[in-house]
């Protein structure tokens, strides 16, 4: 269907992304692609990978940005962006086909390949580019939240969380249900004031962002060692000061 | 974004199509029967037609179109299509009639008129609906995709030359009328878009990151070297260079000249036949608006690249 589901259990899966803690190191995009190249759906395929102008799909991005406060220097913020898996999700009512649609059961947002047309009118729909066309497979690729993962038996029990929550290696991803208040993620976004982004767009998306920390302000006047005054005498003040006057 | 030349094709010859066979539907004056109603059905279909296949040409999988008639509840791509399908289904019989019977069904006339019209206008919405696309989310967007199908298929019917004995100059000066109108409308949304932008609607690369309480936030890296899906569809920045070259030229092809020679058929009594070339003039001019529609337009997920 490609309305939104209307029979919901409350069950919100989602991750929490910590900004002061991530690295920036793309490990969570590796794995990503590792994991579901092979899972769910048609192969993410790269294009020229290893010429000069390569491109493929991926459903997980970092981007690295530089935050200038006013009265103090820069800093990095590094980025990490996937589908936020949002409750009014405007890439599911805009698909034709009901390819594009969101579970009642646990609110991922997901789509089914094989009736995807490849209009591409899902990710114009989408405020944050978390979707983006297989080049190959010429359907519309996005973020599962590893659904072939979180609920499969055969995997042991600490691996039953998104590939990308599993490889971090700063624990900077965090995976739960974030429609359970008592739930640890959501006591996460409640403890570090969890935000959404552009809330403007009013998509309610379910991923939460942990905004870093507040830095501890530097000194107004940088400590400075002065030089210390030559003041020799002798040949050495005379040395001085005749190189002075040159 | 990225002008798609299938989708450009589409939304201008598609649009013109529908514009003619609205008129057509109304009972506008035309060939009574034979070879002239079929010629004037074969271009108001055809066109109608091009437009819709050229739309299956931007897509991953034209195969699976058919799939895009049942989301209608939701999805204005999917009610374009229905209206599209239904409108085209309607002509066909309401042709056969006036083809082989000399007989334009009145009744069949005007629901053809209404699909046209709503045909059109969901075609515009597909784009107006977007609040990704500031440019595009304003009801002047169907205003403006409505007229011009509507000016395009007032020059198409009036070169038929059968306004030449029905009514006066009055008649006549509606298709110059219509054009005039059409292109006023452009102007308000082109108006309108210069306000309408990302930033009007409270986004900007701060509230896109959550990261404006700490400061200003600007792209130091990007997630990848190369260019991706996003960047090509969405970050697209050729012709928005010459943005206001282009629009003198589509301003030039598609009001001045069809308005220029309109009125000199008109005032010199010349064959309505003319006006053909201020439809060509026209639709060329739409081109190259369409063009900008696209080019111009800036997509929310610009502000994290």
């Not at chain 2, 010459?242 to 008109?266: D, E, F, S, T």
């Amino acid at each position: 269907m490609t309305s939104l589901p209307t029979e919901i259990t409350g069950k919100k899966l989602g991750l929490v992304i910590d900004l002061d803690t991530c690295v920036g190191c793309h490990a969570c995009v590796v794995n990503c692609k590792e994991w579901n190249t092979g899972g769910y759906g048609a192969p993410l395929s790269d294009l020229d990978a290893y010429g000069a102008d390569p491109v493929g799909s991926w459903l997980n991005r970092i981007h690295t940005f530089e935050v200038t406060p006013e009265d103090a220097p820069a800093q990095i913020v590094h980025f990490p962006k996937s589908c936020l898996h949002c409750d009014d999700a405007p890439c599911v009512t805009v698909c034709p086909t009901g390819a594009s649609y969101k579970r009642g059961e646990d609110g991922i947002v997901l789509v089914d390949e094989e009736m995807c047309i490849g209009c591409g009118l899902c990710a114009w729909a989408c405020p944050y580019g978390a979707r983006e066309m297989d080049p190959v497979e010429n359907v519309m690729k996005k973020c599962t939240l590893c659904v072939d993962r979180i609920y499969n038996d055969n995997l042991p029990e600490e691996d039953r969380v998104p590939a990308c929550v599993r490889t971090c290696p700063a624990e900077a991803r965090h995976f739960g249900d974030l429609g359970d208040p008592n739930s640890d993620v959501s006591k996460l976004v409640e403890e570090r004031g969890g935000m959404d982004l552009m809330p403007e767009q009013g998509t309610r998306p379910v991923n939460k962002y942990l905004p870093p920390r507040p830095k501890t302000a530097p000194a107004v006047e940088p400590k400075t060692t002065k030089a210390k005054k030559l003041d020799a005498k002798g040949f050495l003040g005379w040395l001085d000061k005749t190189l002075e006057k040159l | 974004m990225h002008p798609a030349i299938s989708v450009i094709f589409f939304t201008v010859t598609s649009g013109a199509g529908f514009g003619f066979l609205a008129l057509i539907g109304l009972g506008v004056p035309l060939p009574e029967g034979g070879v002239g109603a079929f010629v004037a059905a074969l271009i108001a279909g055809g066109l109608a037609v091009a437009g819709l296949i050229s739309s299956t040409f931007h897509l991953g999988h034209p195969e699976r179109a058919w799939r895009a008639f049942s989301q209608w509840q939701s999805s204005w791509l999917s009610r374009e299509g229905v209206c599209a399908v239904i409108t085209l289904t309607l002509f066909g019989f309401y042709a056969l009639s006036w083809v082989f019977f000399d007989n334009r069904i009145g009744w069949l006339g005007l629901l053809i008129s209404i699909g046209s019209a709503a045909t059109v206008f969901t075609t515009a919405m597909i784009y107006a609906q977007l609040k990704t696309v500031p440019n595009w989310n304003t009801m002047l967007t169907p205003l403006c995709y409505l007229l011009f199908a509507l000016a395009s298929g007032v020059l198409l019917a009036a070169s038929f030359g059968y306004w030449q004995e029905s009514g006066g100059l009055a008649t006549k000066l509606i298709a110059v009328f219509v054009v005039a109108v059409a292109w006023g409308a452009k102007l308000l949304w082109w108006q309108a878009a210069g306000g309408n932008t990302l930033a009007s609607r409270g986004s900007s690369p701060e509230t896109a990151t959550g990261l404006g309480f700490i400061g200003k936030v600007r792209l130091l890296e990007k997630p990848h070297s190369g260019e991706n899906y996003l960047t090509k569809e969405m970050v697209h920045q050729v012709g928005r260079k010459h943005a206001n070259k282009l629009r003198l030229i589509a301003l030039v092809l598609g009001a001045a000249i069809p308005l220029g020679l309109g009125l000199l058929v008109l005032a010199a009594g010349l064959p309505l036949h003319l006006l053909a070339l201020a439809f060509v003039s026209l639709i060329a001019g739409l081109f190259v608006e369409r063009w900008l529609f696209f080019a111009e337009a800036k997509h929310a997920v610009s502000l994290y690249y």
